[in-house]
């Protein structure tokens, strides 16, 4: 079965740091553009950051560039979020998914309108 399952979410006080993980079962992670997205209560899903198959090229949003960093450990078929200075809307369901070889990875395109998708984990970001 291919499946996509998020782990490393929990509660941080603003300032603190997370690692997100990303581990796939049923494909080889290298050969996809992994993308990680959030979405919070009542708002529109965001997209968080993207690193394209063979780690081509990175995508961050513009907003989250420098805190927040994607990497992969091939020997885990596992991608990473680490995600620096949290803040508290930074607080969503943190969400990874997979598209087939995709170098070139952009978080707007359609390339994720597909059922490769975990079913996320909770992070909160509060005092």
């Known amino acids: 079965q291919v499946q996509l399952v998020e782990s490393g979410g929990g509660l941080v006080q603003p300032g603190g740091s997370l690692r997100l993980s990303c581990t796939a079962s049923?494909?080889?992670?290298?050969?996809?553009?992994i993308g990680w997205f959030r979405q919070a209560p009542g708002k529109e899903r965001e997209g968080v950051s993207c690193?394209?198959?063979?780690?081509?090229?990175?995508t961050y949003a513009d907003s989250l560039k420098g805190r927040f960093t994607i990497s992969r450990d091939n020997a885990e078929n596992t991608v990473y979020l680490q995600m620096n200075g949290l803040k508290p809307e930074d607080t969503a369901v943190y969400y990874c998914?997979?598209?087939?070889?995709?170098?070139?990875?952009?978080?707007?395109?359609?390339?994720?309108?597909?059922?490769?998708w975990g079913q996320g984990t909770q992070v909160t970001v509060s005092s």
């Open positions: 690193v394209g198959s063979r780690d081509i090229s990175t």
């Open positions: 998914a997979a598209a087939p070889l995709v170098s070139y990875c952009s978080l707007l395109a359609p390339i994720w309108e597909n059922d490769f």
């Open positions: 049923g494909f080889t992670m290298d050969d996809y553009a």
